[in-house]
């Protein structure tokens, strides 16, 4: 079983930076897909980036895409996001996933109902 933190949301004026952390913990042999997705009120959860542990292959999609980075510190099983020139269109809650599987499976697909795994979210405000 595999635990999910995020940690590091809060609100910020736009342009400004912010860095959200996910601190996995329990049984993580091998390689995963981690990522993250957001959600707001009303509408569905997307995908936001991904990396595949064991290769280090890094997926985002186009809206973030030149903003944010996604990392991973192996000896830390901590997922980072760095989010960048952050824009009133980021606000949302944004969520840890993981998944054995592939960073671009994970990103296309989101965690296996049976197989992968959610954090509790942790809200990111872009103020106007």
């Known amino acids: 079983q595999v635990q999910l933190v995020e940690s590091g949301g809060g609100s910020v004026q736009a342009g400004g930076s912010l860095r959200v952390s996910c601190k996995a913990t329990g049984y993580m042999s091998g390689a995963y897909g981690m990522g993250w997705f957001r959600q707001t009120p009303g509408k569905e959860r997307e995908a936001v980036a991904s990396?595949?542990?064991?290769?280090?292959?890094?997926y985002y999609v186009a809206s973030v895409k030149g903003r944010f980075t996604i990392s991973y510190d192996n000896a830390e099983n901590t997922l980072f996001l760095q989010m960048n020139s952050l824009k009133p269109d980021d606000t949302a809650m944004y969520y840890c996933?993981?998944?054995?599987?592939?960073?671009?499976?994970?990103?296309?697909?989101?965690?296996?109902?049976?197989?992968?795994?959610w954090g509790q979210g942790t809200q990111v405000t872009v103020s106007s």
């Open positions: 990396i595949d542990t064991g290769t280090g292959d890094i």
């Open positions: 996933a993981a998944d054995r599987t592939s960073g671009w499976l994970l990103l296309q697909h989101g965690p296996r109902p049976d197989y992968g795994y």
